[in-house]
């Protein structure tokens, strides 16, 4: 027998849902990817690049044009004082980024903490890097509990990974949360990797806060973005990281010999993209507020209640008024028995407490929200 890595992990809770949905022929609203096609445009300025011979290697960082443009655009968004080639680098998607960083930063033995419920990449990653996981559950708001954070820092704790807009929480971080969180890690030789990949989709009128925004984390922060949660193209697998010089060496260090490089056509094409339809990003989280709204009117007559989303493509349903089943079987259930697949939050969690709430994928046609919302009416009423 192999010797497992990961003894304890076995396949993710997306897989095995999407495999039941496909089983029982459900409305598949688990696992986080778009049901609409993205902008044909980028198809166009992808093909184009392809044709001009974009076909090769791109350099480590990325396309100096695209590398430019996205330092450029965080400078502006979050006065990150980003400089192309040297604070940024565009990567297979978030996760390899993610993953990346984990592996460039945390040594055997370091304790990284990580806040529950957390999306399903960060653990392995770190004990992969041979790191300790130290899981901290935020409140019932979803917000960090300060005074436990401040109790679980040892002199071994070497990483804090967050996560806003929250996946699947749906609650963001604002600035004084950054600068509390440096507050309580300065002069200690601790970093901060932050998962922004929802960052253009807030809703209600918050902002996205960057963790590159709060000038007391400049020199300890890493933050990472995903061009397929932006522009409905998940299964390209492009996304970036940006943060501090220092950093940024050790994570290219580790990069270069994991993808070396990213798909050099659609480096092009998104940076043709995006500068030629500059209003695009403007339009994006007033789209994604809709399909929530849309969502929480069509359940609006049944027992499943809505818990706050002020951010990401996810929304949150309280079921405790139908059932108390633990929401692993009840998200089974609704899947054979509704044909509507969702995602049970107990899996994000080292230690779940005792809620009855799943995750339900609001990034899909209007049709599709009206047709899961008709079977699960029908599901409510048996």
């Keep these: 027998m192999i010797p497992s890595k990961l003894s304890d992990t076995?396949?993710?809770?997306?897989?095995?849902?999407?495999?039941?949905?496909?089983?029982?022929?459900?409305?598949?609203?688990?696992q986080g990817f778009p049901g609409f096609s993205p902008d044909k445009r980028i198809f166009e300025y992808t093909r184009k690049a392809m044709d001009a011979g974009e076909n090769q290697y791109a350099p480590m960082s990325g396309l100096p044009a695209l590398n430019e443009y996205l330092c450029s655009m965080l400078n502006a968004d979050y006065n990150a004082h980003l400089t192309p080639g040297k604070n940024l680098t565009i990567t297979a998607g978030a996760t390899q980024a993610i993953f990346t960083a984990i592996t460039a930063l945390v040594h055997p033995g370091d304790e990284v903490i990580v806040f529950d419920p957390a999306y399903d990449c960060y653990k392995?990653?770190?004990?992969?890097a041979g790191g300790k996981?130290?899981?901290?559950s935020l409140d019932s708001e979803f917000q960090i509990p300060w005074d436990q954070l401040e109790d679980s820092i040892t002199d071994r704790t070497r990483l804090i990974l967050v996560n806003t807009p929250h996946n699947p929480g749906g609650r963001l971080l604002n600035a004084s949360d950054w600068d509390h969180l440096a507050s309580v890690t300065e002069s200690r030789s601790i970093y901060i990797l932050s998962d922004e990949v929802y960052h253009e989709m807030t809703f209600d009128g918050h902002q996205h806060h960057s963790a590159l925004s709060c000038p007391a984390l400049h020199d300890r922060v890493l933050a990472t973005y995903s061009f397929g949660k932006s522009f409905h193209i998940t299964g390209w697998k492009v996304g970036y990281i940006a943060g501090a010089e220092e950093l940024m060496r050790e994570f290219q260090k580790v990069h270069q010999f994991n993808v070396f490089s990213v798909h050099r056509p659609s480096q092009a094409g998104l940076h043709h993209y995006m500068k030629e339809a500059p209003d695009i990003r403007s339009k994006i989280a007033p789209f994604y507020q809709k399909k929530r709204d849309v969502l929480g009117e069509v359940l609006a007559d049944t027992p499943f209640r809505p818990l706050p989303c002020h951010g990401s493509y996810f929304s949150l349903f309280d079921y405790s008024d139908l059932s108390r089943e633990p929401d692993t079987?009840?998200?089974?259930?609704?899947?054979?028995?509704?044909?509507?697949?969702?995602?049970?939050i107990s899996v994000f969690y080292d230690r779940p407490p005792d809620q009855y709430v799943i995750r339900i994928c609001f990034a899909k046609e209007d049709i599709t929200l009206h047709k899961a919302a008709d079977q699960l009416r029908q599901f409510c009423a048996q």
């Design 329 to 344: 079987e009840f998200a089974r259930r609704l899947t054979r028995d509704a044909g509507v697949a969702t995602i049970p």
């Design 10 to 30: 076995g396949e993710s809770i997306f897989s095995v849902m999407t495999a039941l949905a496909q089983e029982h022929k459900a409305i598949n609203l688990a």
């Design 124 to 128: 392995p990653a770190i004990r992969l």
């Design 133 to 136: 996981v130290v899981a901290i």
